[in-house]
C-alpha cells in the first residue's frame, strides 16, 4: 500500500523561505510526483511537478523562480523549497504520486504565508 506523507508546512513572512517534503513508503519509484493545492474556495491547482526518471520538472507561471521541486530516490521523498513566498501561495498543500495509472495523495499540509 502507497502512503504519501507531507511535512513542513507552517506559517511564513512572505519573503521567507519554507521546505514542503513528501516521504513515500510502498514502493521505491514512481512516474511522477508533483505538489498540488488548494485554498479556502478554490478549486486544487498544480504546482510542481518532477519526473522520477530524468528529473525533468513543470512548474506553473506563479511559482516560476520562487519554488523549487526536487527528489532524493534513495529517500523516496520529493521536496518543494517554496523561497519568497506571496500571500497567495497560502493554501493546503497535497503530494501526488502517480504510477501504473494509479494515482495516489498525501493528506496535505496547511502554509500559511503572512504579509
Known amino acids: 500500500q502507497v502512503q504519501l506523507v507531507e511535512s513542513g508546512g507552517g506559517l511564513v513572512q512572505a519573503g521567507g523561505s519554507l521546505r514542503l517534503s513528501c516521504a513515500a513508503s510502498?514502493?521505491?519509484?514512481?512516474?511522477?510526483m508533483g505538489w498540488f493545492r488548494q485554498a479556502p474556495g478554490k478549486e486544487r491547482e498544480l504546482v510542481a511537478t518532477?519526473?522520477?526518471?530524468?528529473?525533468?520538472?513543470y512548474y506553473t507561471d506563479s511559482v516560476k523562480g520562487r519554488f523549487t521541486i526536487s527528489r532524493d530516490n534513495a529517500k523516496n521523498t520529493v521536496h518543494l523549497q517554496m523561497n519568497s513566498p506571496k500571500p497567495e501561495d497560502t493554501a493546503v498543500y497535497y503530494c501526488?504520486?502517480?504510477?501504473?495509472?494509479?494515482?495516489?495523495w498525501g493528506q496535505g499540509t496547511q502554509v500559511t504565508v503572512s504579509s
Open positions: 510502498g514502493r521505491t519509484s514512481f512516474h511522477t
Open positions: 501526488k504520486a502517480t504510477v501504473n495509472g494509479n494515482v495516489y
Open positions: 518532477i519526473r522520477w526518471s530524468g528529473g525533468s520538472t
